[in-house]
């Protein structure tokens, strides 16, 4: 998000502030990075910050216009997604 008049860099958010920014908990943005479902965000020094732009990018995915609408993409739940098991292969647990 960037201010063109004044010339600012963009925003960035801690993980409190961006998860109440798409009104989750922080627990549930942090369980996102995790699985890699979530929006995109950055590593500064040792801190996660997310910049408001990549935010309403991740949120406007979910999208919808009605139930039946598939919309233009998919905002996954904040858990482990399995990869599909190759063909002709078992998966052994």
Known sequence: MRDTQSGLPPRFLRTPEAARFLGLSGRTLEKHRTYGTGPAYRKLGGRVVYAIDDLQAWADR???????????????????????????HQRHR
Request: hydrophobic residues 35%; glycine residues 14%; aromatic residues 0%.
């Open 62 to 88: 979910g999208a919808k216009t009605s139930t039946s609408d598939p919309g233009v993409g998919t905002v996954l739940p904040a858990r482990r997604i399995e990869a599909p098991a190759a063909s002709g």
